[in-house]
């Protein structure tokens, strides 16, 4: 089982829909779970971070949190053409305060 | 803004070369991070730096050092490149822990191809 795991997709959402974007991990003591988007050649930007159980909200993005069943999500709203990305989930490592550990990353396709 | 930069966007080299990879932060970071991208594995994390001349491995060390003589700079050396090291190259560099923000800022990443 890898430690993040994510649908690699792509996912493929009209625009205007709710995109909704997955994340599990396996070690129960992380603590620090981030959202980063990843333009084709570019490199990653944070989007959301999330530490505690429940959701967070910030313009159209939406982090949820449920630790009990270890996964986090992402909702983005309205979704936008230009939201068209790769959505990398990372979690903290239990034992380091900077280290994080990276799902593979969602394609999420936005469709005029 | 924090900028981090990389040396290179695009990079060839042919298997046994030594290769150096430079970052340079421009916010007094305490934390670099070199990472390697490719695809369907995500960012695996090669070294780690928590201040000058300080360094840890991560997951995937082997055929990597680095160095890291000034706070702003951390480079990734490949003592002999191999084709296996062909790869997206992303640095990053993220503030103190207990400070304001745990983000980690990427520069824009240099793609290395070892023939």
């Known amino acids: 089982q890898k430690e993040v795991e994510q649908n690699s997709g792509p996912l493929s959402v009209p625009e205007g829909a709710i995109a909704s974007l997955n994340c599990t991990y396996s070690?129960?003591?992380?603590?620090?779970f981030f959202w980063y988007r990843q333009y084709s050649g570019k490199s990653p930007e944070l989007i959301m971070s999330i530490y505690s159980n429940g959701d967070k909200e910030d313009g159209r993005f939406t982090a949820q949190l449920n630790k009990a069943s270890q996964y986090v999500s992402l909702l983005i709203r309205d979704s936008q053409p230009s939201d068209s990305a790769t959505y990398l989930c990372?979690?903290?490592?239990?034992?380091?305060?900077?280290?994080?550990?990276w799902g593979a990353g969602t394609k999420l396709i936005i469709k005029p | 803004d924090v900028k981090v930069t990389q040396s290179s966007r695009y990079l060839v080299k042919r298997t046994g070369e030594k290769v150096f990879l430079e970052c340079v932060q421009d916010m007094d970071h305490e934390n670099m991070f070199w990472y390697r991208q490719d695809p369907g594995l995500g960012l695996r994390l090669i070294y780690f730096s928590y201040d000058v001349k300080m360094k840890e491995k991560g997951d995937i060390p082997e055929g990597y050092s680095v160095s890291r003589e000034k706070k702003e700079r951390f480079s990734l050396i490949l003592e002999s490149a191999s084709t296996n090291q062909t790869s997206m190259y992303l640095c990053?560099?993220?503030?103190?822990?207990?400070?304001?923000?745990?983000?980690?800022?990427f520069g824009p990443g240099t793609r290395l191809t070892v023939l």
């Open positions: 070690d129960r003591g992380s603590q620090s």
């Open positions: 990372a979690v903290n490592r239990r034992d380091s305060n900077y280290q994080l550990i």
């Open positions: 990053a560099s993220r503030p103190p822990a207990g400070g304001r923000t745990d983000t980690q800022y």
